[in-house]
């Protein structure tokens, strides 16, 4: 089993920076996919960015240039350091890792979600 715990949400201004964190913990061998999505009640989820083992990022368009996806893989952790964040980016965050399990199998999971409220 494997448990994901994230942090760094909260209200900031329009224009400001928040760094959002999801640490993994457990019956992990390895980290293959992580990514950050985002939901708006009564919404689909959906992809922020992602970041493959080997370092590769992929992102949102309505995010690029602003957001940046990094891992620390000594520390099972992904993080999503948004700047120049705008109203539209008001949504639960969410973080989703794809996780070789000790005993070989691949599993994924989601994080518990974190409130990001951007105010105009």
């Known amino acids: 089993q494997v448990q994901l715990v994230e942090s760094g949400g909260g209200l900031v201004q329009a224009g400001g920076s928040l760094r959002l964190s999801c640490a993994a913990s457990?019956?992990?061998?390895?980290?293959?996919?992580m990514a950050w999505y985002r939901q708006a009640p009564g919404k689909q989820r959906e992809l922020v960015a992602s970041i493959t083992s080997g370092g590769s990022t992929n992102y949102a368009d309505s995010v690029k240039g602003r957001f940046t996806i990094s891992r620390d893989n000594a520390k099972n952790t992904v993080y999503l350091q948004m700047n120049s964040l705008k109203p539209e980016d008001t949504f639960v965050y969410y973080c989703h890792i794809v996780v070789v399990e000790g005993w070989g199998g691949e599993n994924d999971y989601w994080g518990q979600g974190t409130q990001v409220t951007v105010s105009s």
């Open positions: 457990g019956s992990i061998f390895s980290i293959n996919a």
